[in-house]
């Protein structure tokens, strides 16, 4: 899909009417204006007249992709080495004793895709003649492992998201390390992800209360030793997760609780619709400007010395949102609130049809109320970035530094929603 921005996305047609946020420190002036775009000679590039001048327009090709649950969050898949082949069993059966779980939804799009994975976490098929050829399984050459294991989550560009029935994470790996030889963030990332998500299987019940901090240093140690041995990969990676469990209140009852870890400046927010306010959000973690607190190589970052721990009671309906810099850099608090009630209404009213279909999710997700709300996020999220004279946070935080930028940020977009839900006996 091809996305075409004049001070905002506009429409693939010739000429069209488009909302644009013009850049102003003091205000936000919102004007409509029609313009007429036509191709500059280089393919990134287009003209567009705007009250008699020209104006070079950012041309980016944008693949969104959605879905409920990532691969690896529901089945505990183990690889057998010496056959090639899979076998299945169910993950913990804990997250299905706790009474309240997630409806869930993701929406993703890469600002470029990572590296290809190195081995051994990406294995190429076997070329031993010694093998009988119908050992291999071809689907499981794109499929990484690491220790036997399929790893758990998804990549968008250096970020890695995971989704679950009871936990939420969205970590983003530091895309300088491309750069370097044996750099690889988006390693980094997913890896984090996965052992964490190992972590929680393993140690989750409703009887004790879970540690997401010292789950999150285990999965960290786990990370350090799997991209050194054989061979050693670079990476840092900001983190943030949010995990459902429940509690007692004075009459016995269960009630959720969430509890969410942050290290970086990806962000969780939760949400209820119908109070239409914030109630909680995590506070982001900085070095200095555009160095955001990290895990990996040669940070001094650790997650028991430096993650956030934060606990917070929810009801059924409030809405948790993880989301990436992506998102955070372009779209204002209110703005992110405003687009998820305003989603969630939508939905509920029938008003979710979109004529543009390249928008659209597959059809199997078309009736996936958390995947709605995911891409609209993802839509107004990526129209700021994309839009090169737009006010946005990233600027406003730039210009408090004293540097002339102006526009939204391009980058990974990752948004990962969850609604609190009781689950059905």
Known sequence: MVIKVAAAVTPATPSSTVIVRRYNLATTTITTQNI????????????????????????????????????????????????????????????????FCFETGYAL?????????????????????????????????KRLSV???????????????????NFLGVNDGVGAWATRSRGHAALWSRLLLHFWALEVERNLDDTTAPDPVEYLQRAYEET????????????????VTALLHSTHDDAGEHKPILYVTNLGDCQVLVIRPSEE?????????WHWFDCPMQLGTNSIDTPRK????????????????????????????????TITVESVKK??????????????PPAALADERMVFVARELLRAA???????????????????????????KMDDISVVVGSCKRRES
């Not at 929810?314 to 990436?324: G, K, P, Q, R, Y």
């Open 147 to 165: 220790r036997g294991e399929h790893i758990r989550g998804l990549n968008n560009g250096d970020d890695a998201v995971l989704v679950g029935e």
């Open 382 to 408: 990526l129209a700021i970035a994309q839009d090169p004279f737009a006010e946005s946070p990233y600027m406003e935080k730039a210009v408090y530094q004293g540097l002339a930028i102006e526009g939204g």
């Open 224 to 239: 350090v030793e799997a991209t050194t041995s054989p061979s050693e990969w670079y990476g840092t990676t900001t983190s």
């Open 36 to 99: 007429t775009a036509r191709s500059f000679s280089s393919p990134r590039w287009i003209k567009a007249l705007w009250n008699g001048r020209q104006t070079p327009v950012r041309w980016y090709r944008a693949w969104p992709s959605y879905g409920v649950i990532t691969p690896g969050s529901e089945n505990h898949t183990q690889i057998d080495s010496s056959t090639n082949t899979t076998s299945s069993a169910s993950q913990n059966n804990t997250h299905h004793r706790l009474p």
């Open 277 to 285: 306010k914030v109630l909680f959000r995590t506070q982001e973690q």
């Open 347 to 360: 939905w509920e009213q029938g008003r979710d049809e979109d004529e543009d279909s390249e928008w659209a």
């Open 109 to 141: 799009c890469a600002k470029r895709p990572p590296r290809p994975f190195p081995p051994p976490f990406l294995s190429p098929p076997s070329s031993s003649f010694s093998e009988p050829l119908t050992t291999h399984n071809q689907s499981q050459d």
């Open 306 to 337: 430096d993650a956030a721990l934060a606990q917070v009671e929810l009801e059924e309906n409030d809405i948790v949102l993880a989301l990436s810099d992506g998102v955070l850099d372009n779209l204002w608090e209110h703005e992110i609130l």
